[in-house]
Structure formats: structure tokens, C-alpha cells
């Protein structure tokens, strides 16, 4: 069983940068990916970015490449979202994710959710 709890998000200015938190529970964290999905009101959960469970492989949606980075601690059973040059478009509820063994694009796989945390970026 992990849980996990997102934090960081916030009200920001477009040009900004946030950088939010996962911070997980169990003590078998490394085994598994983590994603960050985010859903803008009336729109469908996409995904934003994932790190593998040793925090060796990345991956981002081309909507975020070069712009935000993901990354993880194991020590502190953290994964981070480095969020910069912020658009209005970014604005969601980010929710992060871990699946056991590895990760994924697809939402519906996912072992395990946060309930989120709303980035606003203001135009």
C-alpha cells in the first residue's frame, strides 16, 4: 500500500516557476514509477511527466518538454516537479501517481493516486 500526498501548487504568474511535491508512504517506494497527470476544469486527465523507480529515466509530455522537470529522492520518498516558464494552458489540479514496477502514460493503470493540488497561472 503507498500514499500519497501532492503539495506546492498555487497561484503563480505566467513566466513563473512552482515546484510541487509527492511525498509517498511505504517502504518499498523505489519500486515503484511515478507519473504526474494534471486536469484542467472540463478537460480529460493528461499526463505531464514520469521518473522510473530509481529516478534514472524520465519522460514528458511534449506539452511541458524543456519546461518542466521531474525527479525523484528516494531517501526522503519524494518525487518533484520542477515547473518553469509557466503558461496559462498549465493551469490544473496535478495529481501524482505510482504504479509498482514501472510506469506509464495511460491514467487508467496507475496502482495508486494523491488527490491533487491546484496550479493556477495567471495571464
Known amino acids: 500500500q503507498v500514499q500519497l500526498v501532492e503539495s506546492g501548487g498555487g497561484l503563480v504568474q505566467t513566466g513563473g516557476s512552482l515546484r510541487l511535491s509527492c511525498a509517498a508512504s511505504g517502504r518499498t517506494f523505489s519500486s515503484y514509477g511515478v507519473d504526474w497527470f494534471r486536469q484542467a476544469p472540463g478537460k480529460e486527465r493528461e499526463f505531464v511527466a514520469a521518473v522510473s523507480g530509481s529516478g534514472g529515466s524520465t519522460y514528458y509530455a511534449e506539452s511541458v518538454k524543456g519546461r518542466f522537470t521531474i525527479s525523484r529522492d528516494n531517501a526522503k520518498n519524494t518525487v518533484y516537479l520542477q515547473m518553469n516558464s509557466l503558461k496559462p494552458e498549465d493551469t490544473a489540479v496535478y495529481f501524482c501517481?505510482?504504479?509498482?514496477?514501472?510506469?506509464?502514460?495511460?491514467?487508467?493503470?496507475?496502482?495508486?493516486w494523491g488527490k491533487g493540488t491546484l496550479v493556477t497561472v495567471s495571464s
Open positions: 501517481a505510482a504504479k509498482f514496477g514501472s510506469w506509464s502514460t495511460a491514467h487508467s493503470v496507475m496502482d495508486y
